[in-house]
């Protein structure tokens, strides 16, 4: 899926770009999106075990942003979205990568297997 | 009281000045200290009811800042806190503001009076 | 004017409010929306000399929210923006609060008087 | 080389636990007193290039914490920063990761080659 995002004045750093960081940030926006679109509420039932972005080009005031999200791994227990931020006019890749995250029971504090219409609703988005 | 920032890069925004919304984080941080000192517990029993900020001066890249604390008036159920952000090195004042809060029973969840020992500590700071 | 804004799970506290200090990162978001929309570009010729807010009722996760920005009040070298952030439902008011814009030249390093066509832009918003 | 922390409570989110993406701004506070010893000023003359995070057990409200920063490769134009968060009581690990970085001339607009000073300093952190 595909979200327009609304960067903030206070994302860009002293050299005029969005902070290092802040990507992480966006990429939680998409993930939020797409975990609502795919479960149906906001409250996530997973923890975030790795993260990992490349910096392609500096994004700068006034461009606008959108993200992408993609499900490109689904395992058990665990699955991998993957992010690209790009400037919303052509498409430039300001930014890409992946979070994987572990399904978690947070009474019993473990991780469990993905249920299936979880997995199928991933597959979807 | 008086506690050394440490300031981040991301603090600071394309201007090279600290964003003007990062002194209310720093009034926080400020805060949290005070409130550990007054009840030695983190756990914070209030509500922000009121935040306002003067800027004196920016703050740049580099410069070391240090925020002062003091409780400047307490009332029946809520008390202001007033601070400073000041250079380190010679007390140039950066910014100052005030927050009131406002003593709260987050079970009853309704406003209750200062308890007299915590009136004591906030004295104290 | 009125501006839907884009919240961040990272804006939501430990009790699942959006922190005190976000909300001068909303007045911003819709400061530069205003300022756009009055002088065309985004590069704000202004100093923030003081800011206030008054926080009425919590926001939590899942609450769609909106920004009003106004200019209630324009000096000869400064004005005022005054704000709200509603719930975007029912407009149920979060909070509200002002800042104030000193106009100023960041060559001479001095505040100037308010351009007339700036004067009539700001009136119109 | 080793840095105490000073967490904000803005950067816990709505459990309780530090966000993942704060996570990039302690390595950046780690990566910002590596680069002042490294090279006597705060100036950064390099691109980060990619960043990756794996998060260990949470970090809650409260504890204590600490950045290592250490140089685990230098290569011709390029090097990475490894950094371990860790809870200051016991050294439990709450986050490990790393950034590469790109030596840049910001004024040709090109990456260039690590100069041998910097690179005999980058070894000694």
Known sequence: MRVSLQPRYSDYDSRGHVNNAVYLTYFE???VYAWLEA????????????????????????EPLVIEVTASEIRNKAWVWSYR????????VVA?????????????????????????AL???
């Open 85 to 92: 931020v790009l400037d919303e006019r052509d498409d430039r």
């Open 39 to 62: 479960v149906g509420h906001a409250d996530p039932n997973f923890i975030i075990a790795e993260a990992r972005i490349t910096y392609r080009s500096p994004a700068m005031l006034g």
């Open 123 to 125: 597959q979807r988005i």
């Open 96 to 120: 890409e990568g992946a979070t994987t995250q572990v399904m978690y029971d947070y009474v019993q504090r473990t991780s469990v297997p993905i249920p299936d219409d979880l997995r199928a």
């Open 29 to 31: 926006i998409g993930r």
